[in-house]
């Protein structure tokens, strides 16, 4: 038996009022435009790892940065992969009960998860900021050859972290306009 994934809540145009609506288009429209970058960085890390496996294994000539490079590349991806993976709706979930309920069953259960997920950024978003401001202030860098700033790198986490809470409300304002479009329908 295939299930079809789940697609968010689409908010009727006619029942969101128009600062909800305005607020729901811009951060699609960033979570969209960050989700394309990342996606493209998957060719800069095989760009990357390329370089590395010619350099190490035809001139003989290892760049030790490449791998460590390509690990910053990989977390830039899932982070900045995050928002749009929940504006899409194509994230992991467990259809133990979901795939049986209607889609007013659905958009209750979305209401109530989104709030557990909101919760669990915020504490992922005090912990990173946290983690960032210890960067700043120690000047943290990787313990390589390399020695690259783990400043960039956190920086980004805080900021994905904060799109992802703001696509979080965008979801949640979306489900709860598609809630109350049943109830008057």
Not at 92 to 117: H, N, P, Q, W
């Amino acid at each position: 038996m295939t299930v079809e994934p789940a697609r968010p809540a689409e908010a009727p145009p006619r029942l969101m009022p128009a600062p909800f609506r305005q607020y729901v288009t811009v951060v699609d429209s960033m979570s969209n435009f960050v989700g394309l970058i990342a996606m493209y960085l998957i060719f800069v890390m095989i760009g990357v790892l390329l370089l590395d496996a010619v350099t190490r294994n035809v001139i003989t000539f290892p760049l030790h940065w490449c791998v460590e490079f390509a690990q910053f590349t990989l977390a830039a991806y899932y982070f900045m992969g995050g928002a749009r993976t929940l504006m899409d709706n194509s994230h992991v979930r467990m259809d133990l009960f979901y795939e049986r309920l209607s889609e007013r069953g659905r958009a209750k259960m979305d209401v109530v998860t989104i709030f557990c997920l909101m919760f669990y950024l915020v504490v992922l978003l005090v912990g990173s900021i946290s983690s960032l401001r210890y960067a700043i202030a120690t000047g943290e860098t990787r313990f390589s050859m390399w020695n690259p700033s783990m400043v960039p790198i956190k920086s980004l986490m805080v900021a994905c972290i904060v799109l992802m809470l703001l696509q979080s409300v965008s979801l949640l304002f979306k489900h709860v306009w598609a809630l109350r479009a049943e109830v008057r329908a």
